[in-house]
């Protein structure tokens, strides 16, 4: 039926039972994890874990090494300061190489050894090919074809000389005439078959062709019986060397040394060789003009070997300013502004202005200048009248009429008086309404202006021909 016999009972919930879950170090790569919890008996994470970012590399300069011409070098890298791990790798740098450049050698003569080319590193000195000896090449022999004597004819041994220098190797030597024979006494010469009915009989001998300094000469002789001649060989003389004197260099020329030639036949036997021109050696210098304000100056400098010059300029100074002091204007006089001028040469810098007289105040009672004092008018007396009563009128406004322009004080003239009114009503020191100031306001923009009394001032002194 359904009936509950024995009813149950909420038990309590028995709660967690928490655990740590341990956590991980970020490390320079990988993420790490915070420590978490989590139930021990249902596994329901408490305190779930949070990811920590990976900490990145701290990187530190691994020092490179620079290639030199035999030897790589490395450029700068990069490792962790915390893991060690390269971060940058570094790259081999190849080796430049040597940079060549030539060591001039020596050309070798008939009788002297010379020296090949070398190389060495243009940047580091090292010697990449030492240069090495050419052995001298010794003569190169040419043969000079000697001659066959003749009964009556003496002859010439072959020589040889060098085809490069021209030296005599082996000289020729005479080879005498061999003379007649007659073994089967037919009374002819058995060689040559000439007639030889009697033993010549040889005089001295004439030089028939000189020797030179590489060729033998000839000698004949003749039989003084039959004038049968015969000759000989006069050996070659061989060079006479004499000095071809140098020249020493100067500052601008090359100069030579000392050579040898043969001073019979011209041949040169040792070659004069170049010097270098020395170049000039400047003393310091000396002002020959100085310099100006406006001009610039000359210093001539002069070598103390040849005694050559050459100049430089010298910077003009400049002007040096100093004040030209001005000059205040009087009601008579004018002024002039401050200027300048140099202090060295004198030009003025800039140029003083004038400034116009001031004129003279209105008289006072004693008729003199305000200003000045100066007695410019004569004293005023009032007379003495009884006051009179007048009827009052309104005063009548009369429209501005064109009057004199300049004439300030109306008085149908224009003088410095009124450019003196005007450069006072301009700096306020006095009034000038009515006709006056119609009169004096020349460019007709209300204002009076100190511009307008100086163009008044330079029309009464006839400087200007209209205002």
Same mark, same amino acid.
Do not use: M
């Given at each position: 039926?359904?009936?509950?016999?024995?009813?149950?009972?909420?038990?309590?919930?028995?709660?967690?039972?928490?655990?740590?879950?341990?956590?991980?170090?970020?490390?320079?790569?990988?993420?790490?994890?915070?420590?978490?919890?989590?139930?021990?008996? #249902?596994?329901?994470?408490?305190?779930?874990?949070?990811? %920590?970012?990976?900490? =990145?590399?701290?990187?530190?300069?691994?020092?490179?090494?620079?290639?030199?011409?035999?030897?790589?070098?490395?450029?700068?890298?990069?490792?962790?300061?915390?893991? =060690?791990?390269?971060?940058?790798?570094?790259?081999?740098?190849?080796?430049?190489?040597?940079?060549?450049?030539?060591?001039?050698?020596?050309?070798?003569?008939?009788?002297?050894?010379?020296?090949?080319?070398?190389?060495?590193?243009?940047?580091?000195?090292?010697?990449?090919?030492?240069?090495?000896?050419?052995?001298?090449?010794?003569?190169?022999?040419?043969?000079?074809?000697?001659?066959?004597?003749? #009964?009556?004819?003496?002859?010439?041994?072959?020589?040889? /000389?060098?085809?490069?220098?021209?030296?005599?190797?082996?000289?020729?030597?005479?080879?005498?005439?061999?003379?007649?024979?007659?073994? &089967?006494?037919?009374?002819?010469?058995?060689?040559?078959?000439?007639?030889?009915?009697?033993?010549?009989?040889?005089?001295?001998?004439?030089?028939?062709?000189?020797?030179?300094?590489?060729?033998?000469?000839?000698?004949?002789?003749?039989?003084?019986?039959?004038?049968?001649?015969? /000759?000989?060989?006069?050996?070659?003389?061989?060079?006479?060397?004499?000095?071809?004197?140098?020249?020493?260099?100067?500052?601008?020329?090359?100069? @030579?040394?000392? =050579?040898?030639?043969?001073?019979?036949?011209?041949?040169? @036997?040792?070659?004069?060789? /170049?010097?270098?021109?020395?170049?000039?050696?400047?003393?310091?210098?000396?002002?020959?003009?100085?310099?100006?304000?406006?001009?610039?100056?000359?210093?001539?400098?002069?070598?103390?070997?040849?005694?050559?010059?050459?100049?430089?300029?010298?910077?003009?100074?400049?002007?040096?300013?100093?004040?030209?002091?001005?000059?205040?204007?009087? #009601?008579?006089?004018?002024? @002039?502004?401050?200027?300048?001028?140099?202090?060295?040469?004198?030009?003025?810098?800039?140029?003083?202005?004038?400034?116009?007289?001031?004129?003279?105040?209105?008289?006072?009672?004693?008729?003199?200048?305000?200003?000045?004092?100066?007695?410019?008018?004569?004293?005023? /007396?009032?007379?003495?009248?009884?006051?009179?009563?007048?009827?009052?009128?309104?005063?009548?406004?009369?429209?501005?009429?064109?009057?004199?322009?300049?004439?300030? &004080?109306?008085?149908?003239?224009?003088?410095?008086?009124?450019?003196?009114?005007?450069?006072?009503?301009?700096?306020? @020191?006095?009034?000038?309404?009515?006709?006056?100031?119609? &009169?004096?306001?020349? &460019?007709?923009?209300?204002?009076?202006?100190?511009?307008?009394?100086?163009? %008044?001032?330079?029309?009464?002194?006839?400087?200007?021909?209209?205002?």
């Amino acid at each position: 039926c359904g009936t509950v016999i024995t009813a149950q009972k909420e038990i309590p919930a028995t709660g967690h039972k928490a655990v740590k879950v341990a956590g991980k170090a970020a490390t320079c790569t990988e993420k790490g994890l915070t420590e978490g919890s989590k139930c021990s008996v #249902c596994g329901t994470v408490i305190t779930a874990q949070k990811e %920590i970012p990976a900490a =990145g590399h701290k990187a530190e300069t691994i020092p490179g090494k620079a290639a030199t011409c035999t030897e790589t070098g490395l450029t700068d890298g990069e490792k962790c300061t915390v893991c =060690g791990e390269i971060v940058t790798p570094q790259e081999e740098i190849p080796a430049a190489g040597h940079k060549a450049e030539t060591i001039p050698g020596k050309a070798a003569t008939c009788t002297e050894t010379g020296l090949t080319d070398g190389a060495k590193c243009s940047v580091c000195g090292e010697t990449l090919s030492e240069p090495k000896p050419i052995s001298a090449t010794g003569h190169t022999g040419a043969i000079v074809k000697g001659k066959a004597a003749t #009964c009556t004819e003496a002859g010439l041994t072959d020589g040889e /000389t060098c085809s490069v220098c021209g030296a005599v190797i082996k000289a020729q030597t005479a080879i005498p005439a061999l003379g007649h024979i007659d073994d &089967n006494k037919d009374g002819k010469c058995d060689r040559c078959g000439a007639k030889v009915d009697h033993d010549p009989v040889w005089n001295d001998g004439a030089v028939t062709k000189q020797p030179t300094c590489t060729e033998p000469g000839v000698k004949t002789f003749t039989c003084s019986i039959c004038g049968e001649t015969k /000759t000989e060989a006069i050996p070659a003389t061989g060079h006479k060397s004499e000095t071809v004197k140098g020249k020493a260099a100067t500052c601008t020329e090359s100069g @030579l040394t000392d =050579g040898e030639k043969c001073s019979v036949c011209g041949v040169i @036997l040792k070659a004069q060789e /170049t010097i270098p021109a020395t170049g000039h050696t400047w003393d310091g210098g000396a002002v020959v003009t100085a310099a100006t304000c406006t001009a610039q100056g000359v210093t001539q400098y002069t070598c103390t070997v040849c005694g050559e010059t050459r100049t430089e300029p010298i910077p003009a100074t400049g002007h040096k300013a100093e004040a030209v002091p001005g000059k205040a204007a009087t #009601c008579a006089e004018t002024g @002039l502004t401050d200027g300048e001028k140099c202090a060295v040469c004198g030009e003025i810098l800039k140029a003083q202005e004038e400034i116009p007289a001031l004129g003279h105040t209105e008289p006072d009672a004693d008729g003199k200048c305000a200003r000045c004092g100066e007695q410019i008018a004569e004293p005023k /007396t009032e007379p003495k009248t009884e006051p009179k009563t007048e009827p009052k009128t309104e005063p009548k406004t009369e429209p501005p009429t064109a009057g004199l322009r300049g004439d300030a &004080n109306l008085d149908g003239k224009v003088l410095a008086n009124d450019a003196r009114l005007v450069l006072r009503a301009s700096a306020k @020191l006095e009034t000038l309404e009515g006709q006056g100031f119609i &009169n004096c306001d020349l &460019n007709g923009d209300g204002k009076l202006l100190a511009g307008e009394a100086r163009k %008044i001032l330079r029309f009464s002194a006839k400087l200007e021909s209209a205002i």
